[in-house]
């Protein structure tokens, strides 16, 4: 019987489903988004999503695992720099981190510690870019092995009929 | 047995996305029904006093996806549009999405009728509809802004 699961990675744009079987080891996730991603299998580590710590390739695959998103990227770590008015902080994440998490950090105390009022508004693009991100997206999908670094700026978003355009 | 319109396909295949599957698999959102054309969904929300709660809404799906999704907000006791005082409330931006105004959707640009006036498919290309975009699309929209009150919370609680 095969399990279907959610999957995020290095290479890949979006989430996507694979299947592998119940009962094999989680290697079996790695080999199959390597293969979407085009890298080499030996090279990656498996997260779940918005951990910072990779599971063991070893561990038997059940159906509880078909609830989350993983997320296979060949960086164990991603070094995280985000701009905002001249300013910048950096924090190390695991690729399988959704941009709404680095967001929180970013504006909260430890991050920008931005005003509450407009705290709400707030949104990360790109370094140099303009375009909100989506929350959910995997930070690793931004970053291509060898290179372990991802900037972004925080912005304020987009409120149509209002004035921030 | 009658056979489905490429519209009734089309949202049968994005309701299976991957893309939709992971926001319920995250808990942002659920699908409370679906009768072509219309689907009721629920979305997760954080209220600005922190607690979390969902709201619903009702999308018409009519020549989906060539035709954007007209989204209303709405009270599942009734049936009917929610009145605007039982509306998510927060920043600016949410305030704006669901205000009520003429055409009763969401104030969105991916929106039918919003997306339709004020020369907005211009104005917000990243935020206005085309035929290559998905529900989970709009939800994640939704899911933003109903979530951004935990913003405000994290740094008055950090603070």
């Known amino acids: ?165 | 047995m009658s056979e489905q319109s490429p519209a009734e396909r089309a949202v049968a295949v994005d309701l299976d996305s991957p893309r939709f599957r992971a926001g319920v698999h995250r808990g942002h959102w659920r699908l409370l029904s679906h009768t072509f054309p219309i689907l009721l969904v629920a979305v997760a929300a954080i209220e600005p006093d922190g607690n979390q709660r969902e709201y619903s809404f009702r999308f018409e799906l009519t020549g989906f996806p060539g035709v954007a999704p007209e989204v209303r907000k709405w009270d599942l006791s009734t049936n009917t549009l929610q009145a605007a005082e039982r509306r998510p409330k927060g920043s600016t931006r949410v305030s704006e999405a669901f205000k009520a105004w003429g055409g009763g959707t969401v104030y969105r640009p991916w929106d039918r009728l919003a997306g339709a006036h004020g020369n907005w498919a211009t104005n917000y290309p990243t935020l206005a509809w085309n035929p290559k975009r998905d529900l989970a699309f709009v939800l994640e929209d939704l899911y933003g802004l109903l979530t951004s009150n935990s913003a405000a919370q994290r740094v008055r609680t950090s603070a």
């Not at chain 1, 199959?32 to 918005?50: N, T, Y």
């Not at chain 1, 296979?72 to 994440?93: E, L, N, P, S």
């Not at chain 1, 999908?141 to 987009?158: K, N, T």
Request: aromatic letters at 6%; proline letters at 5%; hydrophobic letters at 45%.
């Open chain 1, 1 to 165: 019987m095969d399990i279907e699961l959610l999957v995020e990675g290095e290479g890949l744009v979006e989430v996507e489903t694979i299947r592998v079987p119940e009962g094999s080891a989680a290697r079996e996730i790695v080999i199959a988004v390597a293969a979407k991603g085009h890298f080499a299998a030996e090279e990656a580590f498996l997260f779940v999503e918005d951990s910072d710590e990779p599971i063991d390739p070893v561990l038997v695959l059940d159906k509880s695992m078909a609830g989350r998103v993983h997320h296979v990227h060949r960086a164990h770590r991603i070094d995280v720099r985000v701009f905002y008015q001249g300013r910048h902080i950096d924090r190390r994440f695991g690729p399988s981190t959704r941009v709404e998490r680095v967001l929180d950090w970013a504006v909260g105390d430890r991050g920008f510690a931005i005003d509450p009022i407009i705290a709400p508004e707030m949104e990360l693009a790109l370094h140099g870019q303009t375009t909100a991100l989506p929350k959910n997206a995997h930070i690793g999908r931004y970053v291509q092995h060898p290179h372990c670094e991802l900037a972004f700026d925080l912005i304020r978003g987009i409120v149509p009929n209002g004035a921030s355009r």
